[in-house]
């Protein structure tokens, strides 16, 4: 096959079933190989998830984690998007902010998570308020960039239309820079999937995360575990799957023309 | 919508738009860089005036300060005997490309200035105007999905759409392969007799200058001074082999320094 050939429709699944074939083929020989009694093979797991999906329990965490990290996400979309664009629209504004952000910014939440539990208590707060954290700052970073790469050409246009400031950060500004704005947005919610885990494992006792430490403290099942972490890659796929749709919205589209 | 036309006479004696001891300083990194030297111009209503000059002397510069967007340095610009103290919806400028929102379908774009009409109206409006630049077809269409003649027809609507008295056109055909513009000058010269605003166009393409315009304003090279403003004495349609055509084309050759021979 010659490297520019366009892919043929079932090349485009046969191989990536492959790779993950023998990925699965590898785990389990290791399994068997290695003798171990700790780590569980592919079918133990598969196993696993059938006996979490059987149990009501599964599916309340499931609720309980989406529903953490859609008030935590929701909070950092509203807070961030307005208070980012007015960083962004007021220069003297973000270059007083942006030291602090600078500095906050690469603080990871799970560092968070002590001072979380002196605000918060062990709890939902302090779980949502690490997801809030975590979303905030790729929103509030795409914001600025965003509203300060939009092209002099459609402000000056706004402006001889007669809009005033206002007007022109609603009908121009934000518009113009959705599209930067919706990718620190979908990057945001990645994390927000990243941290709810995190925090379900020391703030709470509900929901993914807790499903995998529980599992492990209360009789070792790894193969629950596993499983456990499984469930978690496919939902967070599904959101970000989901999230890329709004790509889509033809209102959009043209900024993600030559984007991947 | 005609009681601007109505208080202001279209006389002689009271041009549309007038340029007096206009100059702009740039201040580049501290060094000041004139650009703009005592610009002296009358434009009369429902004039068409195109400006030539060579590349980087301020034509753009020039168009900026009677548009409203740059404070000139000393001198004045006045529409209608009113100083310009910034942009206003009462003259719009086109840019040469990029200048409608591709967050807007045609539709949108054109009704942009519209927000203060009834709904009714604006939708009569952009109905009108999709019409005039011969959109029609592609009112929902995003700018993404047109060809770059169709967006800067659509550029030309949405100005038209707010009922200016003034269009600034900067280089608007300068990106449109050289059929496309030919057929874009036609165009806009069918718009120009129908709605008859008054036109103030930069162009660096000699051919367009004489196709289009009443008057071709020249500027010198930098610091940008008048040259020469050439009357071109020609009724439209203009037979661009006519003798006439060719003298006004070589003298305007000659005044911005080509030789007749390559």
Request: aromatic share 8%; proline share 6%.
């Amino acid at each position: 096959m010659s490297s520019l050939a366009q892919p043929r429709a079932w090349e485009r699944f046969f191989w990536p079933v492959v790779a993950a074939a023998l990925l699965l083929a590898i785990w389990h020989f290791s399994v068997v190989w290695t003798a171990t009694k700790v780590f569980p093979s592919p079918l133990s797991v598969e196993k696993g998830i059938a006996e979490l999906a059987s149990k009501h329990v599964l599916w309340a965490d499931i609720v309980d984690s989406l529903r953490r990290v859609a008030i935590g996400f929701g909070l950092a979309v509203i807070i961030g998007i307005p208070f980012g664009l007015w960083l962004g629209w007021i220069p003297a504004a973000n270059q007083t902010v942006n030291p602090l952000i600078q500095l906050l910014r690469p603080i990871s939440p799970i560092a968070w998570i002590p001072v979380a539990i002196i605000f918060f208590g062990v709890g939902d707060h302090a779980a949502i308020f690490l997801i809030f954290l975590g979303a905030l700052f790729p929103i509030l970073v795409a914001c600025v960039s965003g509203v300060s790469s939009v092209p002099p050409i459609f402000r000056n246009a706004g402006r001889n239309f007669g809009l005033s400031k206002s007007q022109l950060l609603a009908r121009v500004v934000f518009p113009a820079a959705l599209p930067q704005i919706l990718i620190g947005a979908r990057i945001a919610l990645g994390i927000a999937w990243l941290v709810v885990v995190a925090a379900e494992m020391i703030a709470v006792d509900s929901g993914l995360g807790y499903l995998v430490i529980d599992s492990r403290n209360s009789g070792k099942r790894y193969d629950l575990v596993v499983a456990a972490m499984l469930i978690i890659g496919i939902i967070g796929l599904a959101l970000d799957f989901g999230f890329r749709r709004m790509e889509k919205v033809k209102s959009v589209r043209w900024g993600f023309r030559n984007a991947s | 919508m005609l009681q601007a036309e109505d208080t202001v006479p279209d006389t002689r004696s009271a041009p549309k738009l007038r340029a007096e001891h206009l100059g702009v300083v740039y201040d580049r990194d501290g060094q000041l860089l004139p650009v703009l030297e005592d610009i002296n111009l009358d434009v009369q209503n429902g004039e068409f005036v195109c400006l030539v000059g060579p590349s980087g002397c301020g034509k753009s510069t020039l168009l900026n300060a009677m548009a409203g967007f740059l404070s000139p340095t000393s001198g004045s610009v006045s529409i209608d005997g009113e100083i310009v103290m910034g942009p206003d919806p009462r003259r719009i400028l086109v840019f040469q490309e990029r200048g409608v929102f591709p967050w807007l379908t045609v539709e949108g774009n054109i009704g942009f200035g519209l927000s203060k009409l009834s709904r009714a109206e604006r939708t009569q409006r952009i109905a009108h105007y999709v019409k005039t630049v011969r959109l029609e077809g592609f009112e929902n269409s995003y700018p993404s999905d047109l060809s770059g003649g169709m967006k800067q027809r659509l550029q030309v609507a949405r100005a038209l759409a707010v009922n200016p008295d003034i269009l600034f056109l900067d280089e608007p055909f300068g990106a449109l392969d050289s059929i496309t513009r030919v057929i874009m000058r036609g165009e806009l010269l069918r718009i120009w007799q129908t709605e008859r605003r008054t036109i103030f166009f930069v162009t660096h393409d000699i051919d367009e200058a004489v196709q289009l315009a009443d008057r071709v304003v020249v500027l010198s090279s930098r610091p940008a001074q008048i040259k020469d403003i050439l009357t071109i004495d020609l009724p439209h349609p203009r037979n661009i082999s006519s003798s006439r055509y060719l003298e006004l084309r070589d003298e305007l050759l000659k005044q911005i320094g080509l030789a007749y021979e390559i």
